[in-house]
């Protein structure tokens, strides 16, 4: 194994499985269900042909940037004006990603194992483990994520299987009971957890060969399905209308299962999947969020990892219900966030479209 502070193809790609999927495969679907109900599942499906373009401008972007950080590219193609301009966002967008999979992970915890525990306790030793990695660098980010990525998979399968005799995919008919704005509305939820991909720009640096059109499609591909298998699974075994009463359907598929009759009350291993993907997922924003804001030295990285751990942390503890972070990301979270990563991917293709001058042809600073 290569130790040059950089990840193999492979290794990028579990890295985003885990960072995306404890999303689409938790957080996104509540909101879809709520949302689109029985329509859901063809909402994913739909969802695939807008944003197998939006790949496809992502992998022309990423050719264009030849394996340089995004903000020095911007910076050289741009100015430092524009840069900043589409950077700010990019770093929030950063920051609420690992937000909210912290509130959502603290939320789950006390309401299902740890009720007694405080939630700031839960929070600080999360974020104690994802500042630690972020902090070691992307190699061990990238190694712990190929010890935790084929567990996590194959706990996935086992519960999909266990569960096939407890599941009547006669549920997932009749569509469009309601008309098609479901449907549609049941897109952008999808949209706003796709739309991570864009990750994969800021990680180029860090991986030894460059992306190829196919990654970025291969991604694409395994999102959906992360986001399809357990959205299909609770409408199959709780119904379209008791799925989309329960806050993680995913968690309670994991209720049902059971070997035997003397086997039961297996969701602990829930457990492992969910904090496998987020430590990886708040570890890889702090780490990308560390690299966009530019440290001079190692100290001075160190320091704002610290901080910006502890905001989060504080973030967290601020008195709002769940009902309203759920609304939180219902109407503006995921929305938003979809609309300002469409807005950034334009510009950044209208600066690939921009013909270099002779310094920057040869990589000088404008």
Not at 116 to 140: H, Q, Y
Not at 302 to 321: Q, V
Request: with cysteine.
């Amino acid at each position: 194994m290569k130790v040059d502070g950089k990840i193999g193809i492979g290794q990028a790609i579990m890295v985003m499985m885990l960072t995306i999927g404890i999303t689409n495969h938790v957080t996104v679907i509540p909101l879809l269900l709520s949302k689109a109900g029985r329509d859901a599942w063809l909402s994913v499906l739909l969802a695939g042909i807008p944003f197998s373009f939006w790949a496809y401008l992502l992998f022309v972007v990423n050719r264009n940037i030849k394996q340089r950080s995004l903000h020095e590219w911007l910076a050289q193609r741009s100015g430092k004006i524009v840069s900043n301009l589409l950077l700010v966002p990019i770093m929030i967008c950063l920051y609420m990603m690992a937000l909210t999979n912290l509130i959502d992970t603290q939320t789950w915890t006390t309401v299902n194992y740890l009720p007694r525990t405080p939630e700031w306790v839960t929070a600080l030793a999360l974020m104690g483990l994802c500042i630690l990695a972020a902090i070691g660098g992307i190699t061990s980010v990238g190694i712990t994520a190929g010890i935790l990525l084929p567990v996590v998979v194959m706990l996935g399968f086992f519960v999909a299987f266990g569960n096939i005799p407890k599941k009547d995919y006669s549920l997932l008919l009749p569509l469009f009971q309601h008309g098609y704005r479901p449907l549609f509305h049941g897109m952008l939820y999808v949209g706003g957890g796709i739309s991570e991909m864009f990750l994969l720009l800021l990680l180029q640096p860090h991986i030894r060969k460059p992306l190829r059109l196919v990654h970025f499609l291969v991604m694409l591909g395994i999102t959906l399905v992360l986001t399809l298998s357990p959205l299909t699974g609770a409408i199959a075994e709780f119904g379209p209308v008791e799925s989309a009463r329960q806050r993680f359907p995913a968690f309670e598929q994991w209720r049902l299962l059971t070997i035997g009759k003397d086997i039961e009350n297996m969701e602990f291993f829930s457990i492992f999947q969910w904090l496998a993907g987020a430590f990886i997922r708040i570890t890889i924003c702090l780490l990308l969020l560390g690299d966009l804001l530019r440290f001079r030295t190692r100290k001075q990285r160190k320091f704002m990892m610290i901080f910006l751990g502890g905001s989060m942390i504080a973030f967290t503890s601020l008195p709002y219900s769940d009902m309203q972070f759920v609304s939180f990301l219902t109407h503006v979270y995921y929305p938003l966030y979809l609309a300002i990563i469409a807005v950034i991917t334009l510009a950044l293709m209208l600066v690939t479209l921009r013909k270099p001058s002779k310094q920057e042809g040869i990589g000088h600073d404008p």
